[in-house]
């Protein structure tokens, strides 16, 4: 029996003339060959415009059995989910109406082609853009923090990471972890990346600022390469590298042309004299604050978001370290210590301390919303914790 | 950490899905390779139409929000375990009405 007479013989069971369809039908068999081995994963536009470019994309498993999938330049987190569905992969399919024909009126017999069924599946991996967990990068490149190049004996037996070690270590794209080690204030030395001693940078940064004022230059438009040589003229030395690296952190740098960034700068002058005491007096620490700075920096109370807690109930009012960079990454965590420093923040006080769990485009509001409370205190909304106890 | 690459195909295949409710089950129990499936018609107006079995299933096309891509591991050797990206899905059928039973009429 000709295979089309089953065609239209269960066409014609199912009450449908052939003039009422388009033509050719499509036959679905499944492939003679097993092919259960494949894989879906579900893809948002990111992706796809990645994979279809034929960029490579990694997954990343950890020891804790979860995974990640990176691009260039973002992270997600993988999951398999579960249908009860059945999805059937054709591998060649007609399934858009204008590239059909119609029947002539009154048509009598069916024309067919088959397709290949390659497999069913009945689960896809997912995608969820998440922020990658890059705790354990502070870790590794402040392990061994840089003193200057007399004290580099110290670390002879250290290990020390270049950027590969880290790509194999962190779940987190290259991007991502190259923006990191930025934020971290991460220092690339002889192919490692590391961190500063802040000590090391205060004395360095000494010498810079002496030498800039000694040569009765502006902070906001230096020479780079004279700036590198009087600093190591004087005797004292600054590697050239490291001289970069600072003003890369507390600058800007275009070719020869340099200069300090005058918020960066003053909060480089704030952290170093909040090292020095676990509290402070705040009227003090303004004024010495002030007196510390090259002329012509003031002492801004707005400079110091994410870098201390000011207490202005207090009589008098104090101010103390608390740093933003030095916070847990979990999101849990986070919100712990946030809320044992103090027991209600305003939205501009927080916000510092919040930032890096953002995704691009994610609001904090949606992040308080989640793991805080919030309240009317004085007619200001402020936001504290959810746990009672 | 363990690492795996993908990378698409030199060559991309567009391939589709048919979504269907529930699970299939194969006439004669012998597995699924190599056995029909169904009919796919289409009607007039675009409408995807699925004989399987006794049922008349009336479906949709639709683009997907999320498109898939579908991957296949190969192992070069020991260590260079990689996928490689076969096809990306971007349109489904899916059939998600209550299939209609054929009745099959005996000619008197």
Request: charged share 25%; glycine share 4%; proline share 4%.
């Amino acid at each position: 029996m000709d295979p089309m007479d089953d065609v239209k013989s269960r066409l014609t069971a199912a009450k449908l003339p052939v003039d009422s369809i388009l033509r050719p039908s499509q036959l679905i068999r499944f492939d003679t060959e097993n092919n259960d081995e494949l894989i879906l994963i579900q893809l948002d536009k990111t992706t796809l415009d990645a994979v279809e470019a034929g960029q490579e994309l990694i997954i990343r498993g950890m020891e804790n059995d979860t995974s990640v999938l990176c691009t260039a330049d973002e992270t997600y987190d993988l999951k398999e989910t579960k249908t009860s569905n059945s999805l059937i992969l054709l591998n060649d399919s007609q399934l858009d109406k204008d590239n059909l024909s119609t029947y002539p009126a009154g048509a009598d017999r069916v024309e067919a082609v088959g397709r290949n069924a390659v497999c069913l599946k009945s689960s896809y991996l997912e995608l969820k853009r998440i922020v990658p967990d890059t705790s354990r990068l502070r870790e590794l490149v402040s392990q061994s923090p840089y003193k200057g190049p007399t004290s580099e004996e110290d670390y002879s037996d250290a290990k020390l990471y270049s950027l590969l070690d880290l790509l194999d270590m962190i779940p987190a794209s290259h991007q991502e972890i190259v923006t990191s080690l930025k934020e971290l204030g991460a220092c690339f030395i002889d192919g490692y990346w590391r961190t500063l001693d802040f000590e090391y940078v205060v004395e360095c940064m000494c010498i810079i600022l002496r030498v800039v004022d000694s040569e009765s230059w502006s902070c906001d438009d230096l020479n780079f390469v004279d700036l590198v040589q009087k600093v190591n003229d004087s005797g004292e030395l600054v590697p050239f590298n490291i001289v970069d690296h600072l003003i890369a952190v507390y600058g800007t740098r275009e070719g020869d042309r340099c200069s300090f960034i005058m918020t960066k700068l003053s909060r480089f002058f704030a952290e170093m004299l909040l090292q020095s005491a676990d509290s402070f007096d705040f009227n003090e620490f303004i004024e010495v604050w002030g007196s510390t700075m090259p002329s012509g920096m003031s002492a801004d109370e707005e400079n110091l978001a994410g870098l201390a807690l000011i207490d202005k109930t207090a009589k008098p009012p104090t101010i103390k370290r608390f740093s933003a960079k030095e916070l847990p990454q979990d999101t849990e965590k986070r919100f712990h210590i946030l809320f044992n420093a103090r027991e209600k923040w305003t939205m501009k006080e927080i916000s510092p301390y919040l930032e890096d769990l953002c995704l691009q485009g994610q609001k904090i509001s949606s992040i308080l919303t989640r793991y805080a409370r919030s309240s009317l205190t004085g007619g200001e909304k402020v936001y504290s914790s959810r746990k009672t106890s | 950490m363990v690492q795996f690459k993908i990378i698409r195909c030199d060559v991309l295949g567009e391939w589709a899905i048919v979504e269907l409710q529930g699970e299939l089950k194969s006439r004669y129990n012998n597995g699924i390779n190599g056995n029909l499936i169904g009919d796919l018609h289409f009607s007039k107006t675009g409408e995807p139409i699925m004989i399987i079995g006794h049922h008349v299933l009336y479906g949709q096309v639709k683009k997907l929000e999320k498109p898939f891509a579908v991957m296949k591991k190969t192992k070069k050797d020991e260590e260079n375990t990689k996928f490689d990206i076969q096809a990306i899905i971007k349109t489904k059928l899916i059939f998600s009405s209550r299939p209609k039973p054929i009745i099959l009429q005996v000619p008197t």
